[in-house]
């Protein structure tokens, strides 16, 4: 199984120690485990180039296309941000900005239908339920099977002082939802939301004309049948 991790910060917090305990408990010897911080990705300059001409055209795609390609080859993505003001860190959405173009309203890759998305957020207080929500949402529309969600409010400002019964009550749900997520891996099934979007976004493709890129990927894949010449 390959897993990517998307790490939405560059300190080793309660987020962090939050990951390495999913990944402890979900990763087997054989599994391949791929870490990026996306704090190396500029923020998008909303030139449309990625949706409207071609992905390999955007400014910064050195950068963000390797992080990308990982996700898009992976069973398993894992998405951590801690909560800054109320949702997902700055450099986090700056690397979905980037993913714009494989939205299901544009162009999803096929693989996604067969990936499992897990979000994770914690905080000191409150916020990390709506940051993991605002994340599991982003990959949602990236057409991923199913997102899993994981927030915790540690009430602590580090790892370090969340007190120990906390901590084993964290790392416990964690690790039922690695169980949960590798059963879920092995056999991925686009959830009934997801399929009826990406329906809806199939008879816009079908009909629409307005981007001819985003169509030519739909009928490359076999989605929809191939337009007039």
Known sequence: MKI??????????STWHVTRTLLDALAQPADTVTEFHTNEV??????????????????HRSVAGPMI??????????????????GMSGQMKTFFDHMAYR?????????MR??????????????????AKSIAQQMFWWGTA?????SFA??????????PGKKAKIEGRVRRTAKQIRKSAANPKPQLKSKFI??????????GTWNPVDRRHWEDNGWIPPGPV
């Open 4 to 13: 990517a991790v998307l790490h939405g910060q560059s300190h080793k917090g």
């Open 42 to 59: 500029s923020p998008c300059l909303g030139c449309f180039a990625c949706i409207v001409k071609d992905e390999a055209l955007c400014p």
């Open 69 to 86: 390609e990982a996700l898009e080859a992976a069973d398993v993505i894992i998405a951590a941000s801690p909560n800054y003001c109320m």
């Open 103 to 111: 939205w299901m309203s544009h162009r999803p890759h096929a693989s």
């Open 114 to 131: 067969q990936t499992i998305g897990v979000a994770i957020s914690t905080t000191a207080g409150v916020g990390a339920a709506k940051a």
């Open 146 to 150: 199913k997102a899993y969600r994981l």
């Open 154 to 163: 540690v009430a602590a400002m580090g790892w370090a002082d969340v007190k």
């Open 198 to 207: 990406f329906h809806i976004m199939k008879a816009q493709q079908k009909n």
